[in-house]
């Protein structure tokens, strides 16, 4: 193994998942001897996982003997599905141990600059918006970090890149110490992960990590409507709800500085949200130097991706939409908003620790009936109780079964849970297949 930054240096790795494993091969490309703990026991890992880890020299313990593991470290990685306040990573903490992210120990392996990209929603379909523009324009980069490939594994494979364009999330966000991106964007904030933070305070101070390290040649692209703290880095402002910003709506088109730029029309993403997904792009292809005529045609192009206000296909004069990436009460009301039909909404999943109580208002307009699933499915009933009818359905099955029973021609069955689906499903991603296989299964019938 070539001598590198981390030669000799005794380095844990928290967490045997995707991120965990991306940093533990970058590590021991570095010369590092690394260990990985995971809390779970070994049946619950990835068999290929551990396998790869091995065949690396990677030491890999599992199971109460992690949380218990006591050994002298240089450093400790902590990915971004292991919660600071775990068992697991309290035992590093309170030994003094040098604790930083797998986001953390990527940025120190790269020497490429990096766009960084955050907000409780939209940041998945802007960093494929941004990669994807910023290609089709010549600059080569990858979508990365929170999505695709970790960035230790980025930055371990060493591509000659000109950009990195990073989503990043409040977990990634929580233990860096000097990632600085050249260009930030923050494209919202709604209360969420209540179930990690104390606080949605908290949740939210995590975020605003995006800008710690960015100075005054840096830029940072804002929602206009977020208030947020004095911050160093050149701001360039967005929004489609207010005028007081760079770009704006104006007329069916994204407006800059007054100067026409995208025709909503000739866009195939729809909705306010997708909308300032674009302006939010536009505003860091500017930071980066690229024109505005260069930007539009790849933008246009872009297709929307599956789980997000999908349309699924329409039954007996009813359409069906896939929104299973909904994982926020914010996303809900966004999915909602973008509806001109009747809606049958089924919703519901794991607890995160919120209410639905601040869409009550919102669902009792837009919505005629909705089937809850989930751990939440109670909780949310009794938020809307009064305000919309609401059924409980026992599977996912089921409720597609009770939303085809009930829709009437020229309504819309809106699958928008509002919260995540590790209590029925792997991810959102099978959720989301689930629900369009089990729509595309139903018979066409006139109603």
């Given at each position: ?245 760079d770009f704006r709506l104006s007329q069916g088109a994204i407006v800059y500085h007054d100067e026409p730029v995208l025709r909503l029309a000739d866009a195939k993403l729809r909705g306010l949200h997708n909308i300032e997904n674009f302006m939010a792009t536009l505003a860091a292809g500017v930071a ?160």
């Open positions: 193994m070539n001598k590198g930054r981390y030669e000799n240096q005794n380095i844990a790795v928290l967490g045997a998942g995707l991120s965990g494993n991306a940093a533990a091969l970058l590590l021991r490309s570095e010369g590092a001897q690394v260990t990985v703990l995971d809390s779970a026991e070994e049946k619950k890992l990835l068999k290929s996982t551990l396998d790869n880890l091995r065949a690396h020299d990677v030491r890999v313990i599992w199971g109460a003997a992690a949380d218990e593991h006591s050994a002298a470290y240089h450093m400790a990685i902590l990915s971004p599905g292991i919660d600071p306040d775990s068992r697991l990573a309290r035992n590093f903490f309170a030994r003094g141990i040098e604790i930083i992210s797998e986001l953390e120990l990527g940025w120190r392996s790269c020497e490429i600059p990096v766009i960084a990209v955050t907000g409780t929603n939209g940041k998945t379909t802007t960093t494929e918006l941004l990669a994807e523009m910023l290609n089709a324009c010549g600059q080569r980069t990858i979508a990365c970090g929170n999505i695709g490939k970790p960035l230790s594994e980025v930055a371990r494979e060493k591509q000659p890149f000109d950009v990195l364009t990073v989503e990043v999330s409040s977990f990634q966000l929580e233990s860096i110490h000097t990632f600085h991106p050249s260009v930030s964007l923050w494209l919202n904030f709604a209360p969420d992960h209540l179930d990690r933070y104390r606080s949605v305070s908290d949740y939210r101070a995590a975020k605003l990590r995006i800008f710690e390290n960015q100075t005054e040649t840096d830029v940072a692209v804002v929602n206009a409507m977020e208030k947020l703290p004095a911050i160093r880095p050149r701001t360039v402002t967005f929004s489609a709800y207010v005028n007081q910003a980066r130097g690229l024109s505005l005529r260069e930007m539009v045609p790849p933008l246009c192009a872009y297709e929307p991706r599956p789980h997000r206000c999908e349309f699924v296909r329409e039954v007996g004069g009813v359409g069906y939409i896939n929104d299973s990436k909904a994982t926020n009460l914010d996303a809900v009301d966004k999915a909602l908003r973008a509806q001109d039909k009747p809606v049958i909404l089924i919703a519901g999943g794991k607890n995160k620790g919120f209410s639905f109580d601040p869409l009550r208002s919102l669902v009792k307009e837009k919505v005629r009936s909705t089937i809850l699933i989930g751990e939440m499915a109670e909780s949310i009933s009794r938020s809307w109780n009064g305000a919309v009818e609401c059924e409980i359905a026992n599977s996912l099955a089921n409720a597609v079964e009770r939303a085809h029973a009930d829709a009437r021609p020229g309504e819309v069955v809106l699958f928008s849970p509002g919260t995540s689906s590790f209590d029925m499903f792997k991810s959102y991603g099978d959720r989301g297949d689930q629900f369009r296989a089990l729509v595309r299964a139903l018979p066409q019938t006139d109603k």
